[in-house]
T-cell receptor
């Protein structure tokens, strides 16, 4: 079974600063996909960024980028120029064909952006 | 206005009762999923369906049942066999079962057992 571990239950960052959220996963599969989802206080789940395991290039989406280290099974999220609206729970998730590409989530990191 | 709707937003259940949570999507997505979220936990998979009239158990299917009679609908029934059903339930859909497709989530249903 695949497991996803987020070792930082809570983090805080000042507005305009950069923060990195950690995620490690365990799988014996070679083909899979990794995601970061954001859940603000409204509890609506929003996709932040995704990465295909077969791609060596790290994904970027505006202020969000990942550091994907396949051999180390690590998938960290970097948020640059943090904004107050980035305050949310962030979930790392894994998907592959074993379970119909359903998402396997970590327990989340609560990020607080302060003025 | 395309999207996923879940109803009701809040649901209260007495012990021993079955309740059904609604999930509807008008995105023409093939795959649909049900997740459960508890405080301090990530989301856990209950059931998923890749095609009409077919569905598979997830990690925590015991005490739950689903149906997929229509492409746009994937209701979840929480039965009396579910020992601790109080939780936040999220429904999601994706265009196909290919892994890189984004899953779109509904707004959730908060179920409380009285």
């Amino acid at each position: 079974a695949q497991t996803v571990t987020q070792s930082q239950p809570e983090m805080s960052v000042q507005e305009a600063e950069t923060v990195t959220l950690s995620c490690t996963y365990d799988t014996s599969e070679n083909n899979y996909y990794l995601f970061w989802y954001k859940q603000p206080p409204s509890r609506q789940m929003i996709l932040v960024i995704r990465q295909e395991a077969y791609k060596q290039q790290n994904a970027t989406e505006n202020r969000f980028s990942v550091n994907f280290q396949k051999a180390a099974k690590s998938f960290s999220l970097k948020i640059s120029d943090s904004q107050l609206g980035d305050t949310a729970m962030y979930f790392c998730a894994f998907a592959n064909s074993n379970s119909g590409y359903a998402l396997n989530f970590g327990k989340g990191t609560s990020l607080l952006v302060t003025p | 206005d395309g999207g996923i709707t879940q109803s009701p937003k809040y649901l209260f259940r007495k012990e021993g009762q079955n309740v059904t949570l609604s999930c509807e999507q008008n995105l023409n997505h093939d795959a649909m999923y049900w997740y459960r979220q508890d405080p301090g936990q990530g989301l856990r998979l209950i059931y998923y369906s890749q095609i009409v009239n077919d569905f598979q158990k997830g990690d925590i299917a015991e005490g739950y049942s689903v149906s997929r009679e229509k492409k746009e609908s994937f209701p979840l029934t929480v039965t009396s066999a579910q020992k601790n059903p109080t939780a936040f339930y999220l429904c999601a859909s994706s265009p196909t079962v290919v892994g890189n497709n984004e899953q779109f989530f509904g707004p959730g249903t908060r179920l409380t057992v009285l």
